[in-house]
């Protein structure tokens, strides 16, 4: 008798147990398990949703077994993705969503996207647009690059000739800067955020779960502030706001304490308006010469006791460090702040390869890694350039995008320094959105692969068929320009 009454729970068991399915659906980026079912739902778009602090932050668990699909997070962002996720899977379905338990979470708590708007001005529209792609992504961070040479793009009240003259250049060059003789196009190219745009922006960004960093460059890619304020360079100038591309010599000087106090006015207002924990601080391509010439800053490094002037780079980040971690803020900078010697609370992002980002976890720094190699998605797509518009050079495909390991000979201690990677889209030659876009797509998606799946990319096909059937029609849908080099037969690479 009793062995009959367990035979029939057992039947019992296994026939309310849904019997698991061959996945039929994808998703961009994979999540860490997703499991199908016999059955399928027609989806309403209403959802049940849970928060479940048991669950990392951003972590989900999609449940379409019932009519009604569940989604339980481990906050409000974690709830956001789920969502994501159930509308790829809604679109591709026509909505005839088939019992699903997915359970995700990203490898990297920190996952960026950069958009250069001083080399060429965006309007709002096209920086929400960006924020909307971010989203679709499953990106967390906006680093929003502000000031430049080539102009300043955000009003600050204490120094309004930032935007008033800073924020206009004269001209741009046509085509590549390396084509002397095609010279500059005499076409005035200005324009800026008012402080209520880049709250409006922040505010944009927050209700997609994403946190802006902005970067105010310092010491170098200054010209644009000495040519409204001549007084913070070593020479005084007059100087101008740039018309071409590259380094430029006169960066702010480091031997004046105006200048440290006029940095400091900046990034009150800045710190008033972005409520994030980062600041970018720029750091990158500061040449020093002016500064070996420069009486002030010669004084500065006797004074200091310095015998290099790679130490006043270090002096000018470190000083801004202190400033702003008295207002409860990190910083943030480009590899080149490790030169000189940094604080170990600074957070280093790794531009020149992944080398530097290595060397700072080494240090015990905290690393974003956005190596020109793999995430500078202003390079060229393929190798024959046929078919793109003028770049800046390189060649990174959708596979070599993919292909990054951001763990690639580090140990475990080192390893938990990592905290993100980052894609940055600098715009020299990308002077309006539907560029950016094409620049951008596909090549966000491999960067949300790394960001999020941990597992390890082994299947760079698999991996583009899941974003041609999962992400391509979002990205028609959506009216965005995107490259197709990867999905041609033969792909183009
Ligand atoms: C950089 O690309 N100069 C950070
Ligand atoms: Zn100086």
Redesign the pocket.
Known sequence: MKFYAILLAASMFVACTPKETECTVAVVPQPVSVTQYEGSHKYSGAVVTRLDKKLGEEEYVLDTRRARPVITGGSAAGIYYGKVTLGQIAEQTGGEVPCLLIKDKPQFAYRGAMLDCCRHFFPLEDVKKFIDIMAEHKLNVFHWHLTEDQGWRIEIKKYPKLTSVGSVRKCTKVGHHRDVELGFDGIEHGGFYTQDECREIVAYAAERHITVVPEIEMPG?ASAALAAYPELGCTGGPYEVICNWGIYPDIFCAGKDTVIRFLEGVLDEVCDIFPGEYIHI?G??APRDRWKECPDCQAKMKELGYESEAQLQSYIVNTIEAYLNAKGRKIIG???ILEGGVSQSATV?S??GAKGGKAAAALGNDVVM?P?SHF?FDYYQTASREGEPLGIGGHLNLRKAYSFDPFEDLDDEVKAHIKGIQA?L?TEYIADFDNAEFHLLPRLAALSEVAWNAGGRTDYDAFVERVRKVLVPEYEAAGYTYADFAFRNPPVE
Request: aromatic share 26%; charged share 35%.
């Open positions: 890619h720029g990158d391509e480009w590899d080149e992002m531009w020149r956005a020109n500078y940055n600098w």
